[in-house]
């Protein structure tokens, strides 16, 4: 059986999104995804959004979704 793998450069940035968007749910529950740097520190430095946790979700979700629409 063949697998499905993430080979474009573009298709490992969108997984790379929405993993630190489901680590930053997770840390807005009270949760971590690891014992290193939280998903929220490396969101706002990477991606230079301000605000809180909740707001930085948001604004990380609507560029998922910007960046989805770019490839339709």
Do not use: C
């Not at 298709?11 to 995804?33: P, V």
Request: glycine letters at 12%; aromatic letters at 6%; zero cysteines.
């Amino acid at each position: 059986m063949k697998g499905v793998g993430l080979t474009e450069p573009w298709q490992i940035d969108l997984f790379r999104i929405k993993t630190l968007a489901k680590g930053l749910e997770l840390e807005i529950k009270g949760m971590r995804m690891s014992r290193g740097r939280t998903a929220y520190s490396i969101i706002k430095e990477e991606f230079g959004l301000k605000g809180n946790r909740q707001t930085v979700l948001e604004k990380l979700n609507a560029l998922y979704e910007a960046e989805m629409e770019g490839l339709r």
